[in-house]
């Protein structure tokens, strides 16, 4: 397609991702004014330690091989536990986002519900030990699973909450704001989700994502309610470099 030129750049989250080193991600998210926050997917590692993992497909094999090892085992020197993260972020003046993947646990039935929730609150409950070491840093938090949203949503910790939504016909919830695949967004909810002062964000995880996006506000000048959407609108980003220099 035909790419518009939109001259503003919508307010843009960048997704650790392992294609760039915590050094070059870091500084540039410091440093470029386009560039309004960042987003680091956490998992529990095998021995309890919560960590930051970074790959841009968050494929179910890669995460669960992850979280059935011990940190020491985790070949790789970018994944690293989310105190470290936090630690060389306590100056960082935006958005701090953290996704709540869910653990590989055992198929929900009435004998494991409990196993599950016990291992779903130790989880919640080390990721709080950790967020309130540092209480100078305002994060917020978000998941794709309902049952990690619902116990982090009983602890009342002081952070916005959000849902990551990867299907639609889902059981809502109301959180402070809500991440939509490209092929959910929807001009009308999307405003109704605004007129009820919640925040509503993208997430854009390919080159066809981004087409789908500009798809969607390819009649902007004309559309008013597109318009609100555009400037309110955030969005979750791999690749923010290459958003910024295709649309601005």
């Known amino acids: 397609m035909s790419y518009i030129?939109?001259?503003?750049?919508?307010?843009?989250?960048?997704h650790k991702n392992n294609?760039?080193?915590?050094?070059?991600?870091?500084?540039?998210?410091?440093?470029?004014?386009?560039?309004h926050g960042v987003v680091l997917d956490i998992t529990r590692t095998a021995n309890g330690k919560i960590v930051v993992f970074e790959n841009p497909t968050n494929t179910i094999t890669e995460i669960n091989a992850i979280q059935h090892s011990t940190l020491s085992q985790i070949n790789s020197s970018e994944i690293k536990p989310l105190d470290v993260y936090l630690e060389g972020l306590k100056d960082f003046n935006k958005e701090i986002m953290l996704n709540v993947l869910p653990l590989d646990l055992p198929y929900l039935t009435e004998s494991t519900v409990s196993d599950i929730v016990k291992i779903n609150t130790e989880y919640i409950n080390e990721i709080?030990?950790?967020?309130?070491?540092?209480?100078?840093?305002?994060?917020?938090?978000?998941?794709?699973?309902?049952?990690?949203?619902?116990?982090?949503?009983?602890?009342?910790?002081?952070?916005?909450?959000?849902?990551?939504?990867?299907?639609?016909?889902?059981?809502?919830?109301?959180?402070?704001?809500?991440?939509?695949?490209?092929?959910?967004?929807?001009?009308?909810?999307?405003?109704?989700?605004?007129?009820?002062?919640?925040?509503?964000?993208?997430?854009?995880?390919?080159?066809?994502?981004?087409?789908?996006?500009?798809?969607?506000?390819?009649?902007?000048?004309?559309?008013?309610?597109?318009?609100?959407?555009?400037?309110?609108?955030f969005v979750i980003t791999y690749y923010p470099d290459i958003f910024i220099n295709t649309y601005k």
């Open 128 to 233: 709080f030990t950790i967020l309130n070491k540092f209480p100078e840093i305002s994060v917020c938090l978000f998941s794709s699973n309902q049952i990690l949203i619902t116990l982090i949503k009983s602890k009342k910790y002081s952070c916005n909450l959000g849902w990551l939504i990867e299907q639609s016909g889902d059981n809502y919830i109301d959180l402070e704001f809500y991440v939509f695949p490209c092929y959910m967004l929807n001009e009308k909810v999307l405003i109704q989700q605004l007129e009820n002062n919640k925040k509503v964000m993208v997430n854009v995880i390919d080159s066809s994502g981004i087409d789908i996006l500009m798809n969607f506000f390819k009649d902007i000048s004309s559309c008013p309610s597109k318009k609100k959407i555009f400037d309110n609108i």
């Open 19 to 35: 294609r760039y080193n915590n050094f070059d991600f870091f500084s540039k998210a410091y440093s470029d004014s386009d560039i």
């Open 5 to 14: 030129r939109l001259g503003d750049v919508m307010n843009i989250l960048s």
